[in-house]
Nanobody
Framework: QVQLVESGGGLVQAGGSLRLSCAAS????????MGWFRQAPGKEREFVGA????????SYGDSVKGRFTISRDDAKNTVYLQMNMLKPEDTAVYYC????????????????????WGQGTQVTVSS
């Protein structure tokens, strides 16, 4: 079983920044496509960003384009989500996800595509 351990969530004022990290167990991290999703109370899970297994392609949800950046460091088995210019509507539980044996060069934006999920970390943006 692949374990995903998230960190970096917390409380921040509107306009501020946070950097989320997700560290994966196992020896095949470089073959995983990685993604970030979020879910607020009463809302469906929303796609935030994704990165291909080789880091060459990224994709973002419309609501975060230009503000969030996804990246990965395969040497550290870690994927990051840099969140800038945060807004109150960004408040949610953020989850990282991994897709095993992903095709090279392809990011995935659908939760259905992912095999493993982290426990979630709370991000709260105050006005």
């Amino acid at each position: 079983q692949v374990q995903l351990v998230e960190s970096g969530g917390g409380l921040v004022q509107a306009g501020g920044s946070l950097r989320l990290s997700c560290a994966a167990s196992g020896r095949t991290f470089s073959t995983y496509a990685m993604g970030w999703f979020r879910q607020a109370p009463g809302k469906e899970r929303e796609f935030v960003g994704a990165i291909s297994r080789n880091g060459g392609r990224v994709s973002y949800g419309d609501s975060v384009k230009g503000r969030f950046t996804i990246s990965r460091d395969d040497a550290k088995n870690t994927v990051y989500l840099q969140m800038n210019m945060l807004k109150p509507e960004d408040t949610a539980v953020y989850y990282c996800a991994a897709k095993a044996a992903a095709y090279s060069g392809r990011p995935y934006s659908r939760s259905y595509d992912y095999d493993y999920w982290g426990q979630g970390t709370q991000v709260t943006v105050s006005s």
